[in-house]
């Protein structure tokens, strides 16, 4: 049978073909059809009121296989359909323009399942889906092909796969979608590939994630998210009711830039691995640079993404020259070498440091704010006008700094002076004792006037003449004021005091404390000398 429909100014053949199956007491018909509008027969039956969700025309065929009692046994379809309207079923609620589509599957009577062997849309260039529980957001999508079972007479969709087309990257996806009751519970898992790190927004709402979106926007750019896994679970109970009850993912960046803590210098080219939750969100960063340092490993942790504050922790292995570490750390909010009084660009040497920065994510952070920790080991180190106003060089030195203060030790040559070196710096303003000095060295007799400026009594060659080995333990007070103890070796030294008449000759032992009185650099008053 073959008939000619008109409708909305459409004319749709449809050719129908029969036939009984005698073996297997089975009706068989079939139907060829084209240029066919279902939403044109929605107005002809209440019952056919859903078919006017598709505004598309179609043409392919239809198999249907009747047992004698009226049960379908099967339905053999195959369709394409050209440009028009089709309107989504929850939890996608909404209308969708198409390019072209196509559809293949069987439908099961025994087990009531219709296998969708294969579904395709065609968007176009400028195709987009509404995201659902997004405030409008849509994401672009240019086509779409799926896999998918129905089943439970409508309330269980398995969906096997759905590969999209978003523009320029691609996502796949699978998961289930059942209804029971009022609600609409859906389980996913899905893949994103390469997605440039300046246009994430386009494939995030806001909505999903405010707090995690919104710094992730703010402090990620460039570079770009070469794939994103993630499975998540959703309870729907109205198109503006989705709550999200499991949610976990990983990401693998490259090249991206990372504001990690304004105004200081953004991290560059990193690359690493990203992992998520509805609490936290990690970078695992393998490789990067800041500042003209390089970074060779280390985490970034966004946390606390279900609570009212989040904080981020940083945990980075630095290395580069000691200039560009002292450089990077005096940058504000931290402002750390300027607390040490160290210049930068009188610093020389190289790095291997060990960063932790903690802090709540808000603007306009101040030291204060920051919970700063960090350990380097440094080699060849020179610093100009570090002590005494004498610069160091030859450092081989360990430094840890944390927002209460700074240690460092180690060998290093003060001027001229090798020996070795435990600096202490106090941060806290209120503490008694502000800095301490414990070098140890031996100290000729043109160092103890070129170096320190000992030139008077009980110093100077008349009084003592040749080496000395040297425990000098110096503090500077808040006030200003400062006190230095020294242990002093003689054995190697000639000790004369004429006033006494005695003398010591080089070789024999001796030992000697003196304590000096300073104000700034300048000294004062000499308290105590003892000679043993």
Request: glycine share 10%; charged share 25%; hydrophobic share 40%.
């Amino acid at each position: 049978i073959s008939l000619d429909l008109e409708g909305d100014k459409r004319l749709t053949r449809v050719v129908l073909l029969g036939g009984y199956q005698r073996d297997a007491d089975r009706l068989d018909f079939g139907v060829q059809f084209s240029d066919l509008v279902p939403a044109t027969f929605a107005r002809l039956s209440p019952r056919l009121a859903a078919l006017a969700g598709a505004a598309v025309p179609l043409g392919g065929r239809l198999l249907v296989s009747l047992n004698l009692d009226g049960g379908v046994e099967a339905v053999d379809f195959e369709v394409k359909g050209g440009a028009g309207r089709i309107d989504l079923p929850a939890p996608l609620t909404q209308s969708i323009d198409v390019v072209g589509l196509s559809a293949k599957g069987l439908y099961r009577g025994a087990d009531d399942v219709l296998a969708l062997e294969q579904l395709a849309f065609d968007l176009g260039e400028g195709g987009s889906l509404l995201l659902p529980a997004s405030d409008g957001h849509r994401v672009p999508l240019r086509a779409l092909t799926a896999r998918a079972n129905l089943a439970e007479n409508g309330d269980h969709l398995e969906v096997v796969s759905v590969e999209a087309d978003l523009g320029g990257p691609t996502a796949t996806l699978s998961g289930d979608i059942r209804r029971d009751g009022d609600e609409i519970r859906i389980r996913a898992e899905g893949t994103l590939r390469e997605v440039p790190a300046d246009e994430a927004g386009r494939y995030w709402p806001a909505a999903w994630g405010t707090d995690a979106h919104t710094w992730v926007m703010a402090n990620l750019s460039a570079g770009r998210v070469v794939e994103a896994r993630a499975s998540a679970e959703a309870v729907v109970r109205g198109a503006d009711d989705v709550s999200i009850i499991g949610l976990a993912g990983d990401m693998r960046l490259e090249g991206m830039t990372v504001d990690y803590l304004s105004p200081m210098p953004k991290a560059v080219r990193v690359d690493g691995t990203a992992t998520f939750n509805r609490h936290r969100f990690d970078i695992a960063v393998s490789r990067g640079e800041v500042a003209g340092l390089t970074t060779s490993g280390g985490h970034l942790s966004f946390t606390g993404l279900d609570e009212a504050d989040q904080y981020l922790e940083i945990d980075l292995a630095i290395q580069g020259p000691v200039k560009r570490a002292v450089q990077l750390i005096d940058r504000k909010p931290l402002q750390l070498a300027s607390k040490i009084n160290i210049d930068p660009n009188q610093s020389s040497g190289n790095a291997n440091t060990r960063l932790k920065l903690r802090f709540i994510v808000e603007k306009d952070l101040t030291i204060d704010q920051v919970a700063v920790s960090a350990t380097s080991r440094m080699r060849k180190v020179a610093v100009a006008n570090a002590i005494l106003g004498r610069g160091i060089s030859n450092g081989d030195l360990d430094l840890s700094i944390d927002n209460k203060g700074m240690v460092v030790s180690g060998n290093v040559s003060l001027g001229t002076i090798p020996g070795t070196l435990e600096w202490r710096r106090n941060f806290d303003d209120k503490a008694p004792v502000s800095a301490l000095y414990v070098l140890r060295g031996t100290v000729d007799n043109r160092q103890r006037e070129e170096e320190f400026g000992l030139t008077f009594a009980p110093f100077s060659p008349d009084f003592i003449d040749g080496p000395i080995g040297a425990e000098v333990r110096w503090e500077i007070l808040a006030s200003g004021q400062g006190r230095m103890h020294a242990k002093l070796d003689l054995s190697q030294a000639r000790l004369a005091l004429p006033p006494m008449d005695w003398s010591k000759p080089a070789g024999s032992a001796g030992s000697a404390e003196v304590e000096l009185a300073l104000q700034g650099e300048r000294v004062t008053g000499i308290p105590s000398f003892t000679v043993a």
